[in-house]
């Protein structure tokens, strides 16, 4: 699952296979370190890998891998729900608290965020900096100026406090 408002850095995809083989793909796995996580304390970490970090809690859904099984189980939540129940399901809990609680809260979160969200204006972020990444890489750090800057200049000012 992965925001149309995310940016990966272009060694993901490498970070992803090796937090894969630590877990053996059996829980989800996320490149994000969210500030908007940490800010509400919703996650407790439980463990330390090579190449991450074992958590309990929320992941937050800007990027998350997930295995076949965990796809199939929420291909089947939904279509077992009409779009008017999805509606009203998420109207308090955001889609991927909906999607998490269907496989558990273990996670694997990579030592770095190898993704930043740009999400501006969207449904959970209203602010520039109400979730960013933390701990970014070093490419994402240099990528990421350049775009927000371009974002300044196509949005109200009002987001960018």
């Not at 958590?55 to 998350?64: A, E, H, Q, T």
Request: charged content about 25%.
């Amino acid at each position: 699952m992965c925001d149309n408002d995310a940016f990966h850095d272009p060694d993901f995809m490498n970070q992803l296979k090796l937090l894969n083989e630590e877990c053996s793909g059996k829980i989800p796995i996320t490149l994000y370190r969210s500030s908007f996580i940490k800010k509400c304390n919703a996650f407790s970490v439980i463990g330390q890998t090579k190449y991450g970090e074992l958590r309990s809690g929320l992941f937050g859904g800007v990027s998350v891998f997930l295995n076949k099984k965990q796809i199939i189980k929420i291909n089947n939540e939904l279509l077992n729900c009409s779009e008017e129940e999805w509606s009203i399901k998420t109207k308090n809990t955001a889609w991927d608290s909906q999607y998490q609680r269907l496989f558990g809260r273990k996670f694997l979160v990579s030592k770095n965020s190898y993704e930043e969200h740009f999400g501006v204006t969207g449904a959970n972020q209203v602010h520039k900096t109400s979730d960013t990444a933390l701990e970014p890489t070093e490419y994402l750090k240099e990528k990421s100026s350049k775009i927000w800057s371009d974002l300044e200049n196509i949005y109200d000012k009002k987001y960018f406090v």
